[in-house]
């Protein structure tokens, strides 16, 4: 089970570019990164999901380095509404969902 | 399309008092889950469902029994709470199984407070 290691918090300005990294030492061949947000008083969102090298969406882009020990969310130009708590999760359709646990994740706050 | 809709949003109860959580989705998911989260913490898997007809427990099934009725909906049930199960429940669903199919798709959660 590969386990998630993430800041605590982050804090950035509004306009710039902000890298949060999530470490996983032990994650498995057929292991997928995925990122989700989560607002007070709301479910996670999905955000990005990414195997190796560079993925890239409308809202995020996830960075995977050769040896898969980490990963990082970039999130280009925040705003105000960025504000939320960001989770890292690692797995893969052969392993069993109790790997679908998240961990305390990082809390980001965007500052005026 | 509402996407996954729990019910009640909130409440309140006694210990020892037995309720259940209401959760449909209807997006045709394969695979549902029930999160629990306690402040300041992330989301610990409670139970899980595959597939229709299919459960399996999570990090912390104690205390809570689930069932699946049908494709559409997954239950959580506490037979009898107590003060450590205060917390917010969320339920999702998912195309297949694993986070390799990438989305769960969440509900905006129930609010319990076992007093």
């Known amino acids: 089970l590969a386990k998630t290691t993430q800041p605590i918090s982050m804090d950035s300005y509004e306009g710039q570019e902000v890298n949060i990294t999530c470490s996983h030492n032990n994650i498995a061949t057929n292991d997928y990164i995925t990122w989700y947000q989560q607002f007070p008083s709301q479910g996670p969102r999905f955000i990005i999901q990414g195997y190796k090298t560079k993925v890239t969406n409308e809202v995020a882009s996830l960075f995977i380095p050769a040896d898969r020990k980490s990963s990082t969310l970039s999130l280009p130009r925040v705003s105000l509404s960025d504000t939320a708590v960001y989770y890292c999760l690692v797995g893969s359709i052969s392993g069993s969902a109790r790997q679908l646990t998240f961990g305390s994740g990082t809390q980001l706050t965007v500052l005026p | 399309n509402a996407g996954v809709t729990q019910t009640p949003k909130f409440q309140v109860l006694k210990t020892g008092q037995s309720m259940t959580l209401q959760c449909a989705q209807d997006?045709?998911?394969?695979?549902m889950y029930w999160y629990r989260q306690d402040p300041g913490m992330g989301l610990r898997l409670i139970y899980y469902?595959?597939?229709?007809?299919?459960?399996d427990k999570g990090e912390v099934p104690n205390g809570y029994n689930v069932s699946r009725l049908n494709k559409r909906e997954f239950s959580l049930r506490l037979e009898s709470a107590a003060p450590s199960q205060t917390s917010v429940y969320f339920c999702?669903?998912?195309?297949?199984?694993?986070?390799?199919?990438?989305?769960?798709?969440f509900g905006e959660g129930s609010r319990l407070t076992v007093l």
């Open positions: 469902s595959a597939s229709e007809g299919t459960t």
């Open positions: 997006m045709n998911h394969n695979s």
């Open positions: 999702a669903s998912s195309e297949r199984q694993g986070v390799i199919t990438g989305e769960l798709f």
